[in-house]
């Protein structure tokens, strides 16, 4: 079956959430398109296509439905905002000029009634009337422009927006206005009153409103702007003149680079001259920078220390480590949490309901307000159209999305999938892996215990040729020790893996086998000559692995793996957190708990085999509820994806990371607190926004449209209503960028700030 394709859409056109709702059930509508979630703040949508899916499809349809799209490149520059910021700030200033004579003109005279006289003692109401008409219609036609040519299609269309709202509101003060300055005798007796200062402001101050929460936005996308600003524009390559600067999109796989001293490595490749130390902290965390040798590998935006490194491109554009950490931040930012289902549910109707709202306001203030009653008909009618503000329910989770995936990526945690965000803050057991999360994964021989009458060396030659074979920790340390002593390792034939047990083979035409105290059983070998260091070894929390040659047990391998430094104090800050801590390991069950004993770890779950860890996640969510598993290697992918939320070391294997929700770049486990504190704090940021913009439509549109005029209240003006709905839609964003302010738990050394 083929694999869906996944493009990112950058949109224009979205005002609000009605906006949303609407480009969705376009996309939903084109043939092969699988997903499509749609994100105001980001301005795009992340689509999945079928195998027979094509994008100019795709586009076409947003086309037809009024929302424009384009593809987004690999290597292209994000969406700028400083131009939309930049004209929002002209129109802002043009409108405002404009409307200020009008506004002191009118509500001055209110206000202040010398100034009223003087107007009509020296100008004239007739003449007065006639030029805030002028400066309110080059308003309109001008800066307000854009409420009018979205607004009155999307309303032609059958579903209106917030422009279409804002459109309404305005016409219908304005050509009242008009028709009471050049033709009052139509309108009923003292009715004939001017609202040309309501138009003006109102645009004013919705344009306003779009412009500090443009700018907002824009801050919004910062962490993604930092993380691209890592990697360099051009780059030393080898040409047939010697090394020149060219640009990095014209890099292939297998053009020969240079770093100098301080310069970054432009792609991801391996080191084929020089030797140098490389600052990896700002992807890694990793405060001290790493010897890089002939044959080691090197990452795009790293940078060089104070040699020389020549290296062979390896992976460029979209497939550098860089370059893909991106694409899964803007693909965690792009997806649609279980929480706003209901309000992009919501707000699609939303528009259409203040409509109808202001409708029945008009007629009711029509039918039984004091007369002349078409006045505070159309006074309530403009403030509710005006008022209501879906713009502010649309942006409540995806801008606090944006941000807090955004500042996560900042720590070295990055959300691969944006609903992890959601079900993080709900975990209540934290299941570790042991080797290579817990500990260094990094295991060394501490002891060689043999047979009298046999050789260490020769032991570990045996050993080590067999142990070529894998790449499991512990097979690699025994093939560190024979490398240390310079041992040369023969060919193993016909060789074969037991999962969780141990290894066999045949080499020199002996049968070797190597693995665990079970494993010796299994193959019926003898190991009671060793079974006492065997048991002290296990009880200190090293590993014993048995050497076995031809079903006759030969040799011991003490193994150690030390625990990480920052270990004790993650686990210490999880439990504090209220969340049970369960050590899931291959291991026995002796080396498994004088290990979690020396880390507080009371829960062990030990000698689980690679496939049963798995089958133990499944138990912990059957026992305890909602459970995160963190682990490395590629026998915790099954575990990873069981797991309510699957956690991957970013050390370890791409397909651990693959299976993940949440990858941690640096292999601290204190990313694990990190990125629970940074779920909390967004899932509280997002339950802010939304109480805001729901408190505020529910409390401020009948305040609008009139009903606490029987009481004794007052009747909304639609210019405090204008500034009411501006101040909406700014308060949550700005409320959302307090998520750049939040700190981790534990601060890591090159983490961007």
């Given at each position: 079956?083929?694999q869906?394709?996944?493009?990112q859409?950058d949109?224009?056109?979205?005002?609000?959430g009605?906006?949303v709702g609407r480009?969705?059930?376009a996309?939903?509508a084109?043939p092969?398109v699988?997903?499509a979630?749609v994100?105001?703040a980001s301005?795009?949508?992340?689509?999945?296509l079928?195998?027979?899916?094509?994008?100019?499809?795709?586009l076409?349809?947003?086309?037809d439905?009024g929302?424009?799209?384009?593809?987004?490149?690999?290597e292209?520059p994000?969406?700028d905002?400083?131009?939309?910021?930049?004209?929002?700030?002209r129109s802002?200033?043009?409108?405002?000029i404009l409307a200020?004579p009008v506004f002191?003109a009118?509500?001055?005279?209110?206000l202040?009634?010398?100034?009223h006289?003087?107007?009509?003692?020296?100008i004239g109401?007739?003449?007065s009337?006639?030029?805030?008409f002028?400066?309110?219609?080059f308003?309109?036609?001008?800066?307000?422009r854009?409420f009018?040519q979205?607004?009155?299609?999307s309303l032609?269309?059958g579903?209106?927006?917030m422009?279409?709202?804002?459109?309404?509101g305005t016409l219908?003060?304005?050509?009242?206005s008009?028709?009471a300055?050049?033709?009052?005798s139509?309108?009923?007796?003292?009715?004939?009153?001017?609202?040309?200062?309501?138009?003006?402001?109102?645009?004013v101050?919705i344009?306003f409103g779009?412009?500090?929460e443009?700018?907002a936005?824009?801050r919004?996308?910062e962490a993604i702007?930092?993380?691209?600003?890592?990697?360099?524009?051009?780059?030393r390559?080898?040409?047939p003149?010697?090394?020149?600067?060219?640009a990095i999109?014209e890099i292939?796989?297998?053009?020969?680079?240079?770093?100098r001293?301080?310069e970054?490595?432009?792609?991801d490749?391996?080191v084929?001259e020089?030797s140098?130390?490389?600052?990896?902290?700002?992807?890694t965390?990793?405060?001290?920078?790493?010897?890089?040798?002939?044959?080691?590998?090197?990452i795009?935006?790293?940078?060089?220390g104070?040699g020389?490194?020549t290296y062979?491109?390896?992976?460029?554009?979209?497939?550098?480590?860089?370059?893909?950490i991106?694409a899964?931040?803007?693909?965690?930012?792009?997806a649609k949490?279980?929480?706003?289902?209901?309000?992009?549910?919501i707000?699609?109707?939303?528009?259409?309901?203040?409509i109808?709202v202001?409708a029945?306001?008009?007629?009711v203030?029509?039918?039984?307000?004091?007369?002349?009653s078409?006045?505070?008909?159309?006074?309530?009618?403009?403030?509710?159209l005006?008022?209501?503000?879906?713009c502010a329910m649309?942006?409540?989770?995806?801008?606090s999305i944006v941000?807090?995936?955004?500042r996560?990526?900042q720590w070295?945690v990055?959300?691969?999938?944006?609903?992890?965000?959601?079900?993080?803050?709900?975990v209540?057991?934290?299941a570790?892996?042991?080797?290579?999360?817990?500990t260094?994964?990094?295991p060394?021989?501490?002891?060689?215990?043999?047979t009298?009458?046999?050789?260490?060396?020769?032991?570990l030659?045996v050993?080590?040729?067999?142990?070529?074979?894998?790449e499991?920790?512990?097979?690699?340390a025994?093939?560190?020790?024979a490398?240390a002593?310079?041992l040369t390792l023969c060919t193993?034939?016909?060789v074969?893996?037991?999962?969780?047990r141990g290894?066999?083979?045949?080499?020199?035409?002996h049968h070797?086998q190597?693995?665990?105290?079970?494993?010796?059983?299994?193959?019926?070998a003898?190991?009671?000559?060793?079974?006492d260091q065997?048991d002290?070894?296990?009880?200190?929390?090293q590993?014993?692995?048995?050497?076995?040659v031809?079903g006759r047990?030969?040799?011991?391998f003490?193994?150690a793996?030390t625990?990480?430094y920052t270990?004790?104090?993650a686990?210490?800050?999880?439990k504090t957190?209220?969340l049970?801590?369960?050590?899931?390991?291959?291991?026995?069950?002796?080396?498994?708990?004088s290990i979690?004993?020396?880390?507080?770890?009371?829960?062990?779950?030990?000698g689980?085999?690679p496939g049963?860890?798995s089958d133990a996640?499944?138990?912990?969510q059957?026992?305890s509820g909602?459970v995160?598993f963190?682990g490395?290697?590629?026998n915790?992918?099954?575990?990873?994806?069981?797991?309510?939320?699957?956690i991957?070391?970013g050390t370890?294997t791409?397909?651990?990371?693959?299976t993940?929700?949440?990858?941690?770049m640096s292999?601290?486990?204190?990313g694990v607190?990190?990125a629970l504190d940074?779920?909390?704090a967004t899932?509280?940021?997002i339950?802010?926004?939304l109480g805001?913009?729901?408190?505020?439509n529910?409390l401020?549109i009948p305040?609008a449209?009139?009903?606490l005029v029987p009481?004794g209240?007052p009747?909304?003006?639609?210019?405090?209503a204008a500034g009411?709905?501006?101040?909406?839609?700014?308060f949550?964003?700005?409320?959302?960028?307090r998520?750049r302010?939040?700190?981790?738990?534990v601060?890591?050394k090159?983490a961007?700030?």
């Amino acid at each position: 079956m083929a694999q869906a394709t996944r493009v990112q859409i950058d949109i224009t056109g979205m005002n609000c959430g009605s906006c949303v709702g609407r480009v969705e059930r376009a996309l939903a509508a084109v043939p092969d398109v699988a997903e499509a979630s749609v994100n105001l703040a980001s301005e795009s949508a992340l689509v999945s296509l079928g195998s027979q899916g094509h994008v100019d499809r795709v586009l076409a349809a947003l086309k037809d439905a009024g929302y424009p799209g384009s593809l987004r490149q690999a290597e292209a520059p994000r969406r700028d905002k400083s131009e939309e910021i930049e004209s929002l700030r002209r129109s802002v200033i043009l409108a405002a000029i404009l409307a200020a004579p009008v506004f002191f003109a009118e509500m001055g005279g209110h206000l202040y009634p010398p100034l009223h006289h003087w107007i009509a003692a020296n100008i004239g109401l007739g003449t007065s009337h006639v030029l805030q008409f002028l400066l309110t219609a080059f308003i309109l036609i001008g800066p307000g422009r854009q409420f009018y040519q979205l607004g009155i299609p999307s309303l032609l269309k059958g579903a209106p927006d917030m422009n279409a709202l804002v459109a309404l509101g305005t016409l219908a003060a304005f050509w009242f206005s008009v028709v009471a300055t050049f033709a009052p005798s139509v309108l009923p007796a003292g009715s004939a009153n001017v609202y040309y200062e309501a138009a003006a402001v109102i645009v004013v101050l919705i344009l306003f409103g779009r412009y500090l929460e443009a700018r907002a936005k824009g801050r919004a996308g910062e962490a993604i702007a930092k993380l691209i600003g890592l990697a360099p524009k051009t780059a030393r390559v080898l040409t047939p003149e010697g090394f020149a600067d060219i640009a990095i999109s014209e890099i292939a796989v297998g053009d020969v680079l240079q770093a100098r001293p301080g310069e970054q490595i432009a792609v991801d490749g391996v080191v084929t001259e020089g030797s140098s130390h490389v600052d990896e902290a700002m992807l890694t965390g990793e405060p001290l920078p790493v010897a890089k040798n002939i044959g080691d590998q090197v990452i795009a935006g790293t940078v060089n220390g104070q040699g020389v490194l020549t290296y062979r491109a390896e992976n460029v554009g979209a497939d550098t480590v860089l370059a893909r950490i991106v694409a899964m931040v803007e693909e965690a930012q792009g997806a649609k949490l279980p929480i706003q289902g209901l309000v992009d549910r919501i707000t699609l109707w939303f528009v259409p309901a203040i409509i109808v709202v202001a409708a029945v306001s008009f007629g009711v203030w029509l039918l039984f307000g004091p007369s002349p009653s078409l006045i505070p008909a159309l006074v309530a009618a403009v403030s509710v159209l005006i008022i209501a503000c879906p713009c502010a329910m649309g942006l409540a989770t995806p801008t606090s999305i944006v941000v807090g995936t955004g500042r996560a990526a900042q720590w070295q945690v990055l959300f691969r999938r944006g609903d992890a965000l959601q079900k993080l803050q709900s975990v209540d057991v934290v299941a570790l892996d042991k080797t290579g999360t817990l500990t260094q994964g990094s295991p060394e021989v501490t002891e060689i215990i043999v047979t009298e009458g046999l050789a260490e060396d020769d032991v570990l030659k045996v050993a080590a040729s067999v142990e070529q074979h894998s790449e499991h920790p512990l097979a690699q340390a025994i093939v560190g020790a024979a490398q240390a002593r310079g041992l040369t390792l023969c060919t193993s034939a016909k060789v074969t893996a037991h999962a969780g047990r141990g290894i066999e083979a045949c080499t020199d035409e002996h049968h070797i086998q190597l693995g665990s105290q079970r494993f010796m059983t299994e193959i019926g070998a003898c190991t009671a000559r060793f079974s006492d260091q065997a048991d002290i070894a296990a009880q200190s929390g090293q590993t014993p692995i048995f050497l076995a040659v031809s079903g006759r047990c030969l040799a011991l391998f003490v193994i150690a793996d030390t625990v990480r430094y920052t270990t004790p104090a993650a686990i210490d800050a999880l439990k504090t957190r209220g969340l049970e801590v369960v050590m899931i390991t291959g291991d026995t069950e002796a080396t498994a708990k004088s290990i979690a004993q020396d880390l507080g770890i009371s829960n062990v779950i030990a000698g689980v085999l690679p496939g049963g860890k798995s089958d133990a996640v499944r138990a912990l969510q059957a026992q305890s509820g909602i459970v995160a598993f963190v682990g490395d290697g590629i026998n915790d992918a099954p575990a990873l994806a069981q797991a309510d939320v699957g956690i991957a070391i970013g050390t370890g294997t791409d397909v651990a990371i693959e299976t993940a929700d949440v990858v941690l770049m640096s292999p601290d486990i204190n990313g694990v607190v990190n990125a629970l504190d940074i779920s909390a704090a967004t899932m509280r940021n997002i339950r802010q926004n939304l109480g805001w913009a729901f408190g505020y439509n529910v409390l401020l549109i009948p305040v609008a449209a009139g009903v606490l005029v029987p009481f004794g209240g007052p009747l909304l003006s639609p210019m405090l209503a204008a500034g009411a709905m501006a101040l909406s839609s700014v308060f949550v964003v700005t409320n959302a960028l307090r998520l750049r302010w939040v700190r981790p738990e534990v601060p890591q050394k090159g983490a961007l700030s």
